[in-house]
């Protein structure tokens, strides 16, 4: 379904021959701020929400590149919006703030469920604080799914030639009779796009870029993790050959900024968490804060995969956030179980 989204935009761009009102420019994206932030040790909240206007012309494609989302950010904290034509005027939601992935802060973290990727270093002003760069990323379909695991950055490639796979390679001829296979570096159908980090894991796994950047935030790759092509250009000069990197499984996280408690709940892409509670109530013991977490609001939280940090502890949210956030909940029924009730557990 995913891959189909993907072509259904490809084929509309091709047949559309210009752009929408608008019109935003690659030279937009390539001048668009870093989401970069600098954390202190007893805090794992980045960022915040913001409002946006909708212009003529405007895409959620295009809003979500411009402020490095994904495709699943955008739509799901958006239900109801047409992705080509949304209203303009409209008020949408950027859902700009995170609660970082437990548990490691070295290097490369990507978080599966939630499609995105966070890159941890030391605060060049600060060396008391931690920097830290997130993105968001297009990774592995259903069928070949981006699998868990530690690496390291093995070495990096501009222009790299995609050597075809053999299963890869079936598909193609299945799908669109093409055997080719290799496509060279700099070819405008080089799903590497201009910039590979290739990764010590098995399966010659690797970070890079995409050719179609409206796959950023779907899951349209055979597992590898695929990045706006102006984010990875930022990444890959700053990354050295060597640098740690973690696959983690986190739909739901739990984090703290300013002695306040904040869980974060995204879709189960996988399916590989259905104990939610479990989890949820095994990070709050290991923050030792499970005594100050109003339980009602938690459950609430994990009952709708919003994908926004709620605050479990002290008052509730300001009430500009707190609106967006039972607008979107309005829009969600995902049910949980109880605690006290069974639970089941192109490239």
Same mark, same amino acid.
């Given at each position: 379904?995913?891959?189909?989204?993907?072509?259904?935009?490809?084929?509309?761009?091709?047949?559309?021959?210009?752009?929408?009102?608008?019109?935003?420019?690659?030279?937009?994206?390539?001048?668009?701020?870093?989401?970069?932030?600098?954390?202190?040790?007893?805090?794992?909240?980045?960022?915040?929400?913001?409002?946006?206007?909708?212009?003529?012309?405007?895409?959620?494609?295009?809003?979500?590149?411009?402020?490095?989302?994904?495709?699943?950010?955008?739509?799901?904290?958006?239900?109801?919006?047409?992705?080509?034509?949304?209203?303009?005027?409209?008020?949408?939601?950027?859902?700009?703030?995170?609660?970082?992935?437990?548990?490691?802060?070295?290097?490369?973290?990507?978080?599966?469920?939630?499609?995105?990727?966070?890159?941890?270093?030391?605060?060049?002003?600060?060396?008391?604080?931690?920097?830290?760069?997130?993105?968001?990323?297009?990774?592995?379909?259903?069928?070949?799914?981006?699998?868990?695991?530690?690496?390291?950055?093995?070495?990096?490639?501009?222009?790299?030639?995609?050597?075809?796979?053999?299963?890869?390679?079936?598909?193609?001829?299945?799908?669109?009779?093409?055997?080719?296979?290799?496509?060279?570096?700099?070819?405008?159908?080089?799903?590497?796009?201009?910039? @590979?980090?290739? $990764?010590?894991? =098995?399966? +010659?796994?690797? *970070?890079?870029?995409?050719?179609?950047?409206? #796959?950023?935030?779907?899951?349209?790759?055979?597992?590898?993790?695929?990045?706006?092509?102006?984010?990875?250009?930022?990444?890959?000069?700053?990354?050295?050959?060597?640098?740690?990197?973690?696959?983690?499984?986190?739909?739901?996280?739990?984090?703290?900024?300013?002695?306040?408690?904040?869980?974060?709940?995204?879709?189960?892409?996988?399916?590989?968490?259905?104990?939610?509670?479990?989890?949820?109530?095994?990070?709050?013991?290991?923050?030792?804060?499970?005594?100050?977490?109003? @339980?009602?609001? $938690?459950?609430? =939280?994990? +009952?709708?995969? *919003?994908?926004?940090?709620?605050?479990?502890? #002290?008052?509730?949210?300001?009430?500009?956030?707190?609106?967006?956030?039972?607008?979107?909940?309005?829009?969600?029924?995902?049910?949980?179980?109880?605690?006290?009730?069974?639970?089941?557990?192109?490239?």
């Amino acid at each position: 379904m995913r891959y189909l989204t993907v072509l259904a935009v490809a084929v509309w761009l091709a047949a559309s021959g210009a752009s929408p009102a608008f019109a935003w420019q690659e030279e937009d994206f390539q001048r668009k701020p870093s989401l970069s932030y600098s954390v202190a040790d007893g805090d794992s909240l980045i960022g915040e929400l913001q409002p946006y206007r909708i212009r003529k012309g405007d895409t959620l494609f295009d809003i979500a590149r411009q402020y490095s989302l994904g495709y699943n950010e955008i739509v799901d904290r958006n239900p109801g919006l047409d992705v080509w034509l949304p209203p303009p005027g409209a008020i949408t939601l950027l859902p700009t703030s995170w609660v970082l992935p437990c548990c490691s802060r070295k290097g490369l973290v990507l978080n599966i469920p939630e499609m995105r990727l966070y890159y941890y270093r030391a605060s060049a002003e600060n060396p008391s604080l931690t920097e830290v760069i997130t993105y968001a990323v297009g990774l592995g379909r259903d069928d070949w799914q981006t699998p868990q695991g530690k690496f390291k950055i093995r070495d990096k490639t501009e222009n790299p030639t995609w050597v075809i796979p053999e299963s890869i390679r079936k598909e193609h001829i299945a799908e669109r009779n093409d055997p080719r296979t290799s496509i060279p570096g700099g070819a405008p159908d080089n799903p590497l796009g201009k910039h @590979r980090l290739s $990764l010590s894991m =098995a399966g +010659s796994y690797a *970070i890079h870029g995409t050719d179609i950047p409206w #796959g950023v935030g779907m899951q349209v790759s055979h597992g590898c993790i695929r990045l706006y092509p102006e984010d990875i250009a930022r990444l890959f000069p700053e990354v050295p050959v060597g640098t740690p990197g973690e696959f983690v499984y986190q739909p739901v996280k739990i984090g703290t900024r300013g002695g306040e408690v904040y869980v974060q709940v995204t879709r189960d892409i996988y399916g590989l968490t259905p104990a939610m509670w479990k989890e949820a109530s095994a990070m709050l013991d290991r923050l030792g804060v499970a005594d100050r977490v109003d @339980r009602e609001r $938690l459950m609430d =939280a994990l +009952s709708r995969p *919003i994908g926004i940090p709620v605050k479990v502890t #002290g008052p509730p949210d300001d009430s500009v956030r707190l609106s967006a956030i039972r607008a979107l909940q309005k829009q969600t029924n995902v049910r949980i179980s109880r605690p006290d009730e069974a639970q089941a557990g192109d490239d």
